[in-house]
């Protein structure tokens, strides 16, 4: 079975600020060890994390190799104040504050640097990407910090020309990569980049009544086209479904995120080649050095 190659051990799922309510002044450790059974009883033994601001994804690494699981997290994600992001970490207003919360995940023992560069999918406004992104300058000054600091990059971002500003600055992972269009697929397919498209995430809405079914559909389409032309042209793509995510759970997530691959793409042993390259790159980079 592939790996998990975005996940959110704190989230469930269902209600995020109910999950994220239940560790605020304590860990809970059963809720974890939940999590981490969900994996183990469908023999998924890698996870990437894309980390909280609470520590609960250090814990989950802790533990985890009680479930026979290679478990990697930053710790917490990073993001600009003013940005999106202070869902899963802490914020910056300079360089110099950026470059010491890498020292600080890295005080932590974080496993690699996960960076926020854009806002998210607003599926009530046909998938129009919430705030501002980040400029090409910070993302690459950011991206160049954490690799002197002897980390791999995995960043969140949504939209064409932000994903060509962090496919340039050498990202080792893009995380959603919505909106992405032909040229910079074959820009992505051109670097050593992995595309970890959580398709699930957009997927599983459809018939939940949250938001309008031909919206989502129109979304799936669109992404799944793009992962289509990631396979033809060979781009380094990897599984992950940012389990805990809303209708994404964890254990189940994964496997939805691979169904829907054989159905974009087909069910043969190349498909299963061709992503097992993504992860094995992922988990090859994604310690720090």
Known sequence: MFGECHAHIIMDGKNYR???ELHKKEIQL???REHLEAYSRRNITFIRDGGDAFGVSLKAREIAPE????????????HKNGHYGGIVGHGFSTIKEYHNLVNEAASKGADFIKIMTTGILDFADNGRITGEALSHEEVKEMIHIAHEEGFAVMCHTNGNAAIRDVISCKADSIEHGNHMDEDTVELLAESKTVWVPTISTIHNLLGSGRFEDAAIQMLEDKAS?????AYKRGALVALGSDAGAYCVFHGQGILDEYTLFKRILGNSPKIDRWLSRGESEIRKRFRRQ
């Open 30 to 32: 059963p809720v974890i």
């Open 225 to 229: 086209q793009r992962i289509q032309e």
């Open 67 to 78: 479930y026979g699981i290679d478990y990697r997290t930053p710790g917490f994600a990073i």
């Open 18 to 20: 109910r999950a994220v």
